[in-house]
């Protein structure tokens, strides 16, 4: 978990032997992520992020402009400098040429995520160079949304049609609409459940049954097609019965062992079977959890841009149901690497990440995946939930812990976590707090990208990802996540466009 205090003097900074990083400034401070017993952590892969800032989170956009507070700006490493009027008028010029070239061809672009493959076919180093390169969805100007008819290159256009309510009831939205509906469940039968599974990135459903619903507005279903499940239904005033579908498409949560000591201690097999070590080049780095046979949640932070390398999943291994550095069984191999595009290494805002895996995870009383919350499901502040990781186990240690450690923590009132005494408008809507405001439970460096699980209805659920903090443990001073709900239409639909 990349903690931080601005009061602290930076520690000595290290070299990684495959990437050399700039020197440190002064407001910054190197976090490694720990790995085995024994194991020095500066050998390790680092991260250096910047220190949470004192005022809000200013509003998520793309990449903008300098301020015209600064008085020039330098491109492309070429001599000339373009400042005060003259780069005003380069970007008049830049800006009508985009409406042009706009109206001329009738397209846009519509930004999707960042996304790194994972080969080296030839041995050389360059695949994975050449494949670094964000990835942009063209879109036709007449896009619809939900209307099953894929108008964007990859299919940005249709995946954010579906979701979950907080009973496992499935809605879809269409382009008759454009609200979120029930589906009802006349007609309902496995093969559609599968169908609407895979298409979410899943390989297939694992329960569906009817619920009862309230007389209101539902989708009934139509002829069966190939067409996704928006393309396959129609508004109706209400469903027969008031009949609707409840779908799940992955066995979810399950713990096989249970016993647990509240406080912080050794976990048991089977007790986080969701909680996976993510090693970059032959040391543990960052925790993940696994969501489904081919992909695993992460904290973006995990692979700084600043290191080439670490964009190359050939560098990575996974390894699942570990709960000792020092027993790995065979690992898991990543195919791909997405990156929210929306990250931000000085704010730690969006902070998220979904990988890829080469080959589907056998899933068995060890390893078992979260379940994703629902996109209506809350936790409110006081709710006990807990952590774990393989990182360090107290602040500025050497090495993260060998064993897999676990601790309660108390979800944190967002108000109370962004007041003066505690991180002072830090914490944006993407984000959360979880721990103890009088210190001593907590998430540290090494957990990063791991899980925050709360229990409801005897299912475990993802909630938060592991993401900063100042310090580990300290008195108003908590853990702060990466808040599931708000990525949760992120997350599928990149798996859609990367479904297996």
Not at 102 to 116: E, F, K, N, P, S
Request: glycine letters at 10%.
């Amino acid at each position: 978990m990349a903690k931080h205090d601005p009061n602290d003097a930076p520690p000595p900074y290290y070299s990684v032997a495959v990437h050399t990083q700039p020197p440190l400034k002064p407001c910054e401070e190197v976090v490694v992520y720990g790995g085995g017993t024994g194991v020095n952590l500066p050998n390790q892969l680092q991260y250096i992020p910047q220190y949470a800032p004192s005022v809000g989170i200013p509003p998520i956009t793309q990449p903008s402009i300098p301020p015209s507070s600064k008085k020039k700006r330098c491109y492309g490493g070429r001599t000339q400098c373009y400042g005060g009027s003259g780069a005003t008028v380069l970007l008049l010029i830049l800006l009508a040429l985009a409406i042009w070239l706009g109206v001329r061809y009738g397209a846009r672009l519509a930004t999707t995520a960042i996304l790194y493959d994972a080969s080296d076919n030839d041995g050389d180093g360059r695949d994975e160079i050449q494949s670094n390169v964000p990835r942009y969805d063209t879109c036709s100007n007449t896009t619809v949304q939900c209307d099953a008819m894929k108008d964007c290159q990859l299919g940005t256009d249709e995946t954010n049609c579906v979701r979950f309510s907080g009973d496992g009831s499935l809605q879809v939205r269409t382009s008759q609409d454009g609200r979120f509906l029930p589906v009802c469940y006349h007609g309902w039968d496995q093969s559609y459940a599968d169908q609407t599974c895979a298409q979410l990135g899943f390989r297939k459903s694992y329960d569906t049954r009817e619920v009862n619903s309230q007389p209101s507005i539902g989708l009934t279903l139509t002829s069966r097609s190939s067409l996704p499940i928006q393309g396959r239904v129609n508004i109706s005033s209400s469903c027969p019965d008031q009949k609707t579908v409840s779908l799940h498409c992955v066995d979810c949560g399950r713990q096989q062992s249970t016993s647990r000591i509240i406080g912080g201690s050794v976990a048991k097999l089977g007790q986080w079977p969701w909680q996976l070590s993510l090693h970059y080049q032959g040391f543990h780095t960052c925790g993940g959890v696994l969501i489904s046979p081919d992909f695993v949640i992460t904290a973006a932070h995990c692979f700084p841009r600043s290191t080439p390398s670490a964009m190359n999943s050939g560098y990575w291994r996974v390894y699942g149901g570990v709960v000792s550095q020092d027993k790995l069984p065979k690992p898991y191999l990543l195919e791909k690497i997405l990156l929210n595009e929306n990250y931000n290494n000085k704010t730690n805002d969006w902070d998220i990440a979904l990988l890829k895996l080469m080959a589907p995870v056998d899933f068995n009383e060890l390893i078992q995946p979260a379940c994703l919350p629902a996109f209506d499901q809350s936790f409110s502040a006081g709710t006990r939930c807990w952590t774990s990781g393989f990182g360090t186990t107290k602040e500025g240690a050497a090495s993260g812990s060998s064993e897999l450690m676990e601790v309660t923590v108390n979800i944190i009132d967002v108000r109370v976590c962004n007041s003066s005494l505690v991180y002072d408008g830090s914490v944006s809507k993407n984000m959360m707090c979880a721990g103890d405001l009088n210190g001593g439970k907590d998430s540290c460096q090494g957990d990063s990208g791991g899980p925050l699980v709360c229990q409801d209805n005897n299912r475990w659920y993802l909630v938060g990802v592991t993401s900063w903090g100042a310090g580990c443990g300290r008195r108003h001073q908590p853990g702060v996540y990466t808040k599931v709900t708000s990525v949760l239409s992120w997350i599928y639909s990149k798996m859609q466009q990367e479904r297996p």
